[in-house]
């Protein structure tokens, strides 16, 4: 199996900074993207930020200039700095990576289990 464990969420004002991460670990042979994605009660999982394997980044729109996502393949973990955060922030953050658990297994969506990021205005 495959675990994404999330780490770095937390309460923090406008304007303040935090680091995301978001470690894998299990039986993996490679990870392709890995991403942030976030969701608020009553409105579907957003895509916030992506990173492939090679290192190419896509953002959403929202978050352009203020966040920037990461990773570092000997470790299997992906990040996501997030600076001049606003209260629309506000959300449970989710890591995501497609993962290849052997060499002859089809690439396996998995998510971590949520870290709660509150922006106070």
């Known amino acids: 199996q495959v675990q994404l464990v999330e780490s770095g969420g937390g309460l923090v004002q406008a304007g303040g900074s935090l680091r995301l991460s978001c470690a894998a670990s299990g039986m993996i042979f490679s990870i392709n993207a890995m991403g942030w994605y976030r969701q608020t009660p009553g409105k579907q999982r957003e895509l916030v930020a992506t990173i492939a394997s090679g290192g190419s980044t896509g953002y959403a729109d929202s978050v352009k200039d203020r966040f920037t996502i990461s990773r570092d393949n000997a470790k299997n973990t992906v990040y996501l700095q997030m600076n001049s955060l606003k209260a629309e922030d506000t959300a449970v953050y989710y890591c995501?990576?497609?993962?290849?658990?052997?060499?002859?297994?089809?690439?396996?969506?998995?998510w971590g289990q949520g870290t709660q990021v509150t922006v106070s205005s």
């Open positions: 995501n990576a497609a993962v290849r658990r052997t060499p002859s297994v089809v690439l396996l969506n998995y």
